[in-house]
T-cell receptor, first 110, second 115 residues
């Protein structure tokens, strides 16, 4: 069965901490992995990863994919209260399939 | 650009009633999608449309129908609503015709409660 598993389910940190969010996948004919941030409403796109070992960065956020071990991580350094959100990852596979994980809820307190 | 818009924002239905959720995008995107999001289940794809005139089933299509009215609009219809369809529904769009492989832009969601 194709699946995407995220961990931890929930994370509570203080501002300034660094966090690592995990996403593992088991899908057939993997194509790419997507990270989204969901605050109160619609998910917003963060990264798309297709190649192993190449880090993508956007400010304090970075992500990397390991296609051998079938996982991706999302790092957030120097966290801020505005980083509080649910972070979703999704695997694109076969020619037209996409499956989301259940998300990691991050809460950053001052 | 408004991006992806959805109507209504919130709806309460009785079991057996029907309704249509509307979605429109003004980004000239080719692909459009309907998801539902339930607690502990993440986002699940209901239907998608790779281009005007085509639609395909996603992970959870039962109980739903869709219409890609034109390039801008993609509607989701519940013919006979059931309490199990209580959820938050998101519409999304992406530029590429190769579906699901590109960045998707999401609408603000429709919260549906079926009593």
């Amino acid at each position: 069965e194709d699946k995407v598993v995220q961990s931890p389910l929930s994370l509570v940190v203080h501002e300034g901490d660094t966090v690592t969010l995990n996403c593992s996948y088991e899908v057939t004919n993997f194509r790419s992995l997507l990270w989204y941030k969901q605050e109160k409403k619609a998910p917003t796109f963060l990264f798309m990863l297709t190649s192993s070992g190449i880090e993508k960065k956007s400010g304090r956020l970075s992500s990397i994919l390991d296609k051998k071990e079938l996982f991706s991580i999302l790092n957030i350094t120097a966290t801020q209260t505005g980083d509080s959100a649910v972070y979703l990852c999704a695997a694109v596979y076969n020619t037209d399939k996409l499956i989301f994980g259940t998300g990691t809820r991050l809460q950053v307190f001052p | 650009n408004a991006g992806v818009t959805q109507t209504p924002k919130f709806q309460v239905l009785k079991t057996g009633q029907s309704m249509t959720l509307q979605c429109a995008q003004d980004m000239n995107h080719n692909s459009m999608y309907w998801y539902r999001q339930d607690p502990g289940m993440g986002l699940r794809l209901i239907y998608y449309s790779a281009s005007e005139g085509t639609t395909d089933k996603g992970e959870v299509p039962n109980g739903y129908n869709v219409s890609r009215l034109n390039k801008r609009e993609f509607s989701l219809r519940l013919e006979s609503a059931a309490p199990s369809q209580t959820s938050v529904y998101f519409c999304a769009s992406s530029e590429q015709t190769s579906p699901l492989s590109e960045t998707q832009y999401f609408g603000p969601g429709t919260r549906l409660l079926v009593l």
